[in-house]
């Protein structure tokens, strides 16, 4: 199992690389079967009003699929505590899932409903926009195909609000994301016609298409 870590306005001291060598190989000691690699990020705030500063990431990528955790507290050695219990109940989650998929028998999707609207023209009101003046981090991530009964797994498991996946039903870019009055939602883009016969994608004329996931029952979800 390969595990990198990586650092933030802080430094990767020898006993800091091996406290979270111990933590976090022990966390997923039993998991290394579905285990490719391991990521661990940490960082400390600069700014003296973020509140908890010290901060300790992990992303594991295990058989494509992205499992992750984040924990934060004053002290750097209680955030890799932290986050190693959670990274493990995350990967217990995960493992659970795939062996009830092998036992069970191929049933329906649990997406209930997908009912299609069009988002309003005007999200911002009188406010003007305003970009961020820089990039303040990138991510790179794999985007194999998945259907949206995936995307919304991957989406519990990397524990964000949100999860941008490539549709296999459509060949699209999509982003499913839990609302705030629950479910989930899912954004997906609609080409209209520009009045010359062709379709426009750029985002100027075109509205973006919003469709809503009802769910049977909300999972719980860890954070």
């Known amino acids: 199992m390969k ?4 650092g933030k306005n802080i430094e990767i001291t020898d006993a800091i690389r091996e406290y979270v060598h111990q933590k976090i190989e022990k ?10 690699e391991v990521d661990v990020h ?7 009003r973020i509140n ?7 992303t594991i990528y295990a058989n494509k699929n992205v499992i992750r955790a984040e924990e934060s507290s004053e002290n750097l050695y209680a955030s ?16 659970e899932r795939i062996q009830n998929k092998k036992n069970s028998n191929p049933v329906e999707e649990t997406v209930a409903e997908i009912a299609t609207t069009t988002v309003v023209d005007d999200l911002i009101g009188n406010r003007t926009p305003e970009l961020p003046k820089e990039v303040v981090r990138t991510k790179y991530f794999a985007m194999p195909p998945m259907t949206i009964t995936e995307a919304l797994e991957q989406l519990q498991m990397v524990g964000h609000d949100f999860y941008m996946f490539h ?16 479910g989930y939602g899912v954004i997906q883009p609609r080409k209209n016609n520009n ?17 809503s996931v009802v769910m049977p029952e909300k999972p719980h979800v860890n954070r």
């Open 195 to 211: 009045g010359n016969g062709h379709a426009n994608g750029n985002g100027k004329n075109g509205k973006a298409t919003h469709a």
């Open 80 to 95: 890799i505590d932290l986050v190693a219990d959670k990274i493990a109940r995350q990967l217990r989650k995960y493992k």
């Open 167 to 182: 549709n296999i039903e459509t060949g699209e870019i999509n982003v499913i994301y839990e609302r705030n009055h629950g």
């Open 42 to 48: 940490l960082s400390v705030a600069r700014n003296p």
């Open 52 to 58: 908890p500063r010290q901060a300790a990431e992990v």
């Open 27 to 36: 966390a997923v000691s039993h998991f290394q079967n579905i285990t490719n």
């Open 3 to 6: 595990l990198v870590i990586h």
